[in-house]
């Protein structure tokens, strides 16, 4: 329909240890070629961009066919140190949890992509393992590019279970992995509902550098919100805190966070037809492939654990 649905934020490489980056330059830009032709999707037209990252080519190619669009990236001599790997030492990932999670970010980024227009845009964002698990639904806003998640009845999360034997209480969330976007339920002796809900709030407990805590008595990352109260109730818990999804973001990152991502257009008027809807989703490559959500804009590249 000849509608605008993203802008681009340009593109980037990791190579020999640095980032560059089109957006301050240190990715130059060598030459865009238009490119046109026929394979198994069909007939396409679209471009080629030729960078240079110091002595390394990075290519970056849009096809765009009758009913989609596929954009790529190649690497012409390969690329040398690309990703600190794994590391010596676990540390905390997009989840909270310890775990080799420099795997989370990417080691190049094309497309990225903010939301354009006025049109907030309805969102399901397909994550966990096993093929969307812990999908998320919400919406996505153009203005300040803000991705807002709509909670499910009985949503499917991380819990984590305190022992009977302490006595703390709960604590705000803050900017950690492990302790941001959590909600407390404290069990309560009277009353009409079984739980103290502590919205922005976490269990209380002596956290460890892996993010661990002796006080949990029960973990799971892929738990029914309403299995985890049961846990609880059996366990005879001191408190319970829940995070629907990987990381409690509408719009995932990282290996566990990555997945299909669909975009719906807002509702028409009686009559007036359907409004499209849009699916973004990796191309091939999948076991490599990776994306990650950060200030307003979805990113696509090769998976962070990727040295060369």
């Not at 995070?243 to 409690?248: A, C, E, I, L, Y």
Request: net charge neutral.
């Amino acid at each position: 329909e000849g509608r605008t649905w993203f802008t681009s934020a340009g593109s980037w490489l990791s190579s020999g240890g640095r980032i560059f980056s089109s957006f301050d330059g240190s990715l130059a830009l060598r030459s865009v070629d238009p490119i046109s032709g026929v394979d198994a999707s069909g007939s396409f037209r679209g471009q080629v961009a030729r960078w240079k990252a110091e002595g390394t080519p990075f290519e970056t190619s849009v096809k765009v066919y009758e009913s989609h669009a596929i954009f790529a990236q190649h690497f012409p001599k390969g690329v040398e140190q690309s990703s600190s790997g794994q590391g010596k030492a676990q540390e905390l990932c997009h989840d909270g949890w310890a775990g080799w999670c420099r795997r989370d970010g990417l080691v190049s980024g094309f497309p990225l992509l903010r939301l354009a227009g006025s049109a907030t845009r309805g969102v399901a964002s397909y994550q966990g393992m096993m093929s969307g698990y812990a999908t998320q639904v919400g919406t996505w806003e153009p203005k300040n590019g803000s991705a807002v998640r709509t909670l499910a009845k009985d949503p499917v999360g991380t819990c984590r279970v305190r022992g009977g034997a302490s006595t703390k209480g709960v604590h705000a969330d803050n900017a950690q992995p492990n302790t941001a976007r959590f909600t407390a339920y404290v069990p309560t002796q009277d009353g009409p509902e079984p739980f103290t809900k502590h919205t922005g709030a976490y269990c209380d407990c002596t956290l460890q550098p892996n993010g661990t805590c002796p006080e949990w008595t029960y973990t799971d990352h892929w738990s029914k919100r309403s299995d985890c109260a049961a846990h609880c109730t059996a366990m005879k818990c001191s408190c319970i805190d829940f995070r629907p999804g990987v990381s409690g973001d509408l719009i995932g990152s990282g290996i566990e966070g990555s997945g299909p991502v669909v975009l719906f257009g807002p509702p028409r008027p009686m009559g007036a037809g359907v409004e499209p809807s849009l699916v973004l989703s990796a191309g091939s490559n999948f076991m490599a492939a990776s994306q990650t959500f950060e200030n307003g804009t979805l990113s696509y590249g090769v998976m962070g654990a990727v040295t060369s």
